[in-house]
């Protein structure tokens, strides 16, 4: 693959396991639907125990997303940290054949490679408790800062935001990718870690150029209602691309509010990845001079593949979908 | 879960590697599409390398039926090896948590639990390269003998047959289960298979009464057309149950032959564990006293819901479905 990319992402490296789960269990042990939550590697033993028989797959949000660009055909490299064990061997080699550039050398000592339990409710909505490990050690020495300056568009998961390993590396990629004009996209990941991380996140909004986020993490980062907040994001944001589930999407550009409708889905199996492979085909879409509205759409196409199986990266050729639908250029 | 348990399985214990592929890549590797071809460890690490993006879901062939007559709420125990590594934890939970009964103690020097690099071709069909692993090495001493004396039915995957390490442990297993008047069950597994351990698999047919086969496996077992087949592999069991994918399936019993037409698909997008899951609505059948028609129509269900998505095992309830259809008493 020819460096440059146009799009790095940058996040935790992460696989996740995937079972099906009652509606009370994520009550039952102190989550709440819908949200993640960090848990260390005792409580995630504890948490696997009842855990029903699962799947694994490869995850982690802006890995999801630099997965979802590759299968549009785009030209992407992902950032983050796993251990040389073997489910740092199933997320590197999962990458790689999606498409995408990783190459940060693994840990060879310390927590072993992150993963996440997901519990996937009988309604296809997902509860996440996240065991960070090796994840969790990002070291601005792991950022390539000729990827970033090179780079059209940063992509960070607010997962990132908030955590004293990672904080300067953070920084580095920001800095890094406005060298040369680049702009800096950032995903607010999840409401539960808005309201945990509000301060670091909302220091680090005025270098973002993108912001990504969905109705309930708008709200939570802003504490106004949707159009405020939107209103109020659009005034340190150049893009600000809310998404709402089945009610599609608005994105915020130059003082206009643009709504995009959902692409139609037959049945909803898990709602994991949908908003990363939304980030996919928007940040795609902008790498390729579309319009706002036309990024939203390619979003949507994206996002509707995923939530259609079990897993948070796509199982079909993405840019095969958008040719079919004549989104593609 | 109480002892003793309906239905015993027996079968190597796999973790499976679940990747979409090209119609080429198995041709390019030696390997005949849909069938399983068996591999060593560096070879498996070089496949593994050109493999798409992939899922890692808990498999083998005995495991996949002892998971579904769990599913449909049968009472049933597994017995297989893995090795205490990463992915014998993965096949151990599971296991458990799809209600079956495994304590077989793994393996704690040798091979690393056994793994299935499975290429699902655009048409749904699957090739296996198998590396057996901790799970070829599954000795007398291994085998509950009590477990297999109670048990109804000892059902074995052909898989089994024709290992030096198993060979023994197999015909114990088929000793015990007759010593109180159980049924001994085998699945002749695999075309490639059967052309390979023709001779294993023959000398234990007299010990079988109940033989599951598709179309190429019992023709290749007698090298008869399929009309004679089953005649003469009738005249060594008392159950011959052929299965035909999408033309459903025959059932020989008492000298009739029974033809049972397939439960209705959506879409099929990974065959990988219809032959295990129709075996295991079958068996689920036998031990509650249905007509073998009913069996081969609840084999039949079972095997529907495998094949509408990638994994070997059930991913929905199949004691809901079956009562929704009618199928349960």
Not at 1 to 23: C, E, K, N, Y
Not at 232 to 256: D, F, I, P, W
Request: hydrophobic fraction near 45%; glycine fraction near 10%; aromatic fraction near 6%.
């Amino acid at each position: 693959m020819d460096r440059p990319f146009d799009i790095i992402t940058i996040g935790h490296a992460i696989v996740d396991v995937l079972a099906p789960s009652s509606d009370d269990l994520p009550g039952a042990y102190g989550m709440e639907k819908g949200t993640m939550t960090l848990i260390d590697e005792e409580r995630a033993t504890e948490l696997y125990q009842v855990l029903g028989p699962a799947i694994e797959s490869s995850g982690g949000s802006a890995a999801n997303t630099a997965a979802g660009i590759a299968a549009l055909g785009g030209s992407v490299g992902f950032i983050g940290k796993v251990r040389d064990d073997k489910l740092g061997e199933v997320f590197t080699h999962d990458i790689r054949a999606s498409g995408v550039a990783f190459d940060v050398p693994a840990a060879t000592s310390g927590p072993g490679t992150g993963l996440c339990l997901i519990m996937v409710s009988p309604d296809a909505q997902r509860t996440m408790a996240t065991y960070l490990g090796a994840g969790a050690f990002l070291y601005p020495d792991d950022i390539d800062a000729n990827l970033c300056i090179e780079a059209k568009i940063v992509y960070i998961e607010g997962y990132m935001c908030g955590l004293h390993e990672t904080e300067w590396s953070v920084s580095k990629a920001a800095a890094a990718c406005h060298l040369k004009g680049g702009r800096f996209a950032l995903s607010l990941s999840d409401p539960y870690w808005v309201d945990l991380k509000a301060a670091s996140l909302g220091a680090l909004l005025d270098n973002v150029d993108i912001l990504f986020g969905n109705e309930e993490e708008v709200t939570a980062m802003t504490g106004s209602e949707l159009d405020l907040a939107m209103s109020e994001l659009a005034h340190r944001c150049e893009l600000v691309v809310v998404t709402r589930g089945a009610k599609g999407s608005l994105v915020v550009a130059n003082n206009q509010v643009i709504e995009v409708p959902a692409h139609p889905v037959d049945t909803v199996v898990d709602t994991t990845g949908a908003g990363d492979l939304f980030a996919a085909g928007f940040l795609y879409g902008l790498t390729h001079d579309y319009e706002p509205a036309d990024c939203a759409e390619l979003g949507s196409l994206a996002a509707a593949e995923v939530i259609g199986h079990l897993g948070a990266r796509p199982q079909t050729s993405l840019s095969k979908l958008a040719a079919e639908a004549g989104l593609l250029r």
